[in-house]
């Protein structure tokens, strides 16, 4: 079993010493549950290592992989900065009274609506993904009569051989500025000559789930090349290092040693800038990554309801539960692989193998192919674990299906932090024209 999850004297599976049946009972289905402490120890545990292997640092947690407003409190009670990609995420941390000037502010398209409200209530760091956006940005802070501390989206050219929807520093990408034919540099450089930015460094991210520290490391060393050819050519020294997020984790039992832990990875980062800084004799820049799975995934699970338990002969036993898709897509768009546990009877015979799947209008809405589960039935509590990130942030309406709410769990108790939509926040939007 993934995180803190136990099975008590009724044969029930607990998730922080909560009972999953009670809180299926109590909160209904389907329903995403975090394990709060463990959120938080995860943050800790990237602070405490930095603390051990480097001066300057800092972790930004990535609010796409979960984010709410209690979820902004506790980054910012962790002291860890945000990494936002939208006007809604940043709208949501500004008006959760996050510190603006702990905000990284991401988008390869950002609009003119994020721009300027983004503008208007300040930023920490603005990450500029391209040439277009540096013209925007150049004439929009002279306008609004504002200084902003920019880093520079690089693609380093680094395979991370992950899936190819979650890897994004190749030279092929949709995101950040090309290191061919000197397009960074140049716009780096350009970004230079004005007194509203303030030119603090680079950022690259190579991809999400990412399962060995080499591709890290090698982007590390060619962003620091990079950072010591422009002091060369152009006599300025940046100061700042991002090297965004990615670090991969488990989501199966028979993977738990497969990913690097995070004191290894942030070891390894912070060796392997040292090491090239000395050979380079580049001043140690501050050091900036931004983890969003390996900070919440496993602390978060789903609870469903199984409804109905489908036979075809000699074929697969289906199993629809009262989600799917919309609530994990993550299946569908990477082939994403879950496990599950019955909550209500978790050890029991005899096993069947069964598919898990949702119930939207698509064949495809599968959350697990494959498993081996004690005969279920409808009325049984499935919980399928490591759900914490890319869930309810990519939650979908697809089929007017409202979405699951959010509880945390602490200290033995439950806390709802996002109520479940209901029937009437689906039509809510909607106007008949005269
Ligand atoms: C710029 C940036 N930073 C950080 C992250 C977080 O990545 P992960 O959740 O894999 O740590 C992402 C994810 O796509 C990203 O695009």
Not at 197 to 202: I, M, T
Request: one cysteine or more; charged letters at 25%.
């Amino acid at each position: 079993m993934l995180g803190n999850k136990t099975v008590n004297a009724k044969n029930h599976l607990e998730i922080a010493n909560v009972d999953v049946v009670d809180i299926a009972e109590k909160f209904g289905t389907p329903l995403y549950v975090f394990d709060e402490a463990l959120i938080r120890a995860s943050m800790r545990t990237y602070r405490e290592a930095f603390t051990r292997h480097y001066t300057d640092f800092e972790v930004a947690y990535a609010g796409k992989a979960f984010l709410c407003s209690y979820m902004c409190q506790i980054v910012r009670e962790e002291n860890l900065w945000l990494d936002v990609v939208s006007g809604g995420e940043y709208y949501l941390a500004y008006t959760s009274d996050f510190p603006t000037e702990r905000i990284i502010f991401h988008g390869n398209n950002k609009t003119e609506e994020e721009r300027k409200l983004v503008l208007k209530e300040g930023v920490g760091r603005w990450v500029i993904d391209s040439e277009w956006e540096l013209s925007c940005l150049l004439e929009e802070a002279k306008g609004a009569s504002v200084t902003v501390p920019v880093l520079f989206r690089l693609t380093p050219g680094i395979d991370p051989h992950t899936h190819a929807y979650i890897t994004t520093g190749k030279i092929d990408s949709k995101f950040g500025l090309s290191l061919l034919e000197g397009i960074a540099e140049k716009t780096i450089k350009k970004a230079l000559d004005s007194s509203h930015l303030e030119v603090r460094g680079v950022h690259c991210h190579i991809g999400s789930q990412i399962d060995t520290l080499e591709p890290f490391l090698k982007a590390a060393e060619v962003m620091l090349r990079f950072m010591d050819d422009f002091r060369r050519k152009y006599g300025y020294t940046l100061v700042e290092l991002d090297l965004g997020g990615g670090l991969g984790v488990p989501y199966l039992d028979q993977d738990q040693d497969r990913f690097p832990s995070i004191p290894t990875y942030v070891e390894a980062i912070c060796k392997k800038v040292k090491e090239v800084c000395q050979e380079l004799s580049y001043p140690l820049p501050r050091l900036i990554v931004e983890p969003g799975r390996s900070i919440v995934n496993l602390a978060g699970s789903t609870i469903y309801r199984v409804g109905t338990v489908k036979e075809v002969p000699g074929v697969r036993k289906y199993v629809a539960v009262d989600g799917g898709m919309t609530d994990n897509p993550r299946h569908i768009l990477y082939g994403a692989k879950y496990q599950a546990w019955l909550g209500n009877r978790v050890k029991g015979d005899p096993l069947e193998r069964v598919a898990v799947v949702g119930k939207c209008c698509e064949s495809g809405d599968v959350l697990i192919p494959e498993i081996e589960l004690p005969a279920p039935c409808p009325g049984d509590v499935l919980v399928v674990e490591g759900t914490g990130a890319y869930n309810h942030s990519m939650a979908s309406n697809y089929n007017l299906i409202p979405r699951p709410g959010v509880i945390f769990l602490k200290d033995g108790k439950a806390e709802l932090i996002v109520r479940p939509e209901s029937f009437c926040d689906l039509v809510r939007r909607d106007i008949i024209p005269e």
